[in-house]
């Protein structure tokens, strides 16, 4: 591998984003949202193309900009929680760069994503309470072969930027 391109996984409310800012700034690398390049893209929200063309094309625009990425200037890449199980993302990414699953529990996840709104997250749209619970423990078990695929394993409420860079072993990457 020549790229050094690390690459977040995780379920939503993990904190892709805000690990991928801290470790990117901590490795004076250039930080990549994923989600915020598709919007650019694609010129609108991604509730409001999902609703629009639904999941399938929403995840085929996704594939096209992880492969899009510039694999030549160094950087962290937060990508959606869902991006590792369409398409053999988890494949490539792991091909292209060191993949870092920010794993947490479903009950910190619920608590997490129970504090924000869930209308601008389009598969959690009018899910609360013990519903919310409920789908977070089921997609967690569907995504769970993607995501224990990657090449490290943080606990983000336990392993601070300067832990997950000894995990990352620079060197290699």
């Known amino acids: 591998m020549t790229s050094k391109i690390v690459f977040l996984i995780g379920y939503m409310g993990s904190g892709k984003s805000t690990t991928g800012r801290r470790l990117a700034r901590r490795l004076g690398w250039t930080f990549v949202d994923l989600d915020q390049e598709i919007v650019k893209s694609i010129g609108m929200s991604i509730p409001d193309y999902f609703s629009q063309y639904g999941e399938s094309a929403f995840r085929t625009i996704e594939r096209d900009a992880l492969r899009a990425l510039d694999l030549n200037t160094p950087a962290v890449v937060a990508t959606g929680g869902g991006t590792p199980c369409y398409h053999a993302n988890m494949d490539w990414m792991n091909a292209h760069g060191k993949t870092i699953y ?72």
């Open 102 to 173: 920010l794993r947490l529990s479903s009950k910190v996840l619920w608590q997490r994503l129970s504090r924000t709104d869930v209308s601008l997250r389009p598969v959690l749209k009018g899910l609360e309470g013990e519903e919310l619970l409920q789908f977070i423990d089921s997609k967690l078990a569907d995504r769970h072969p993607f995501y224990q695929q990657a090449q490290v394993v943080v606990d983000p409420l336990r392993d601070k930027v300067n832990d997950i860079v000894d995990k990352l072993n620079i060197d290699s990457i």
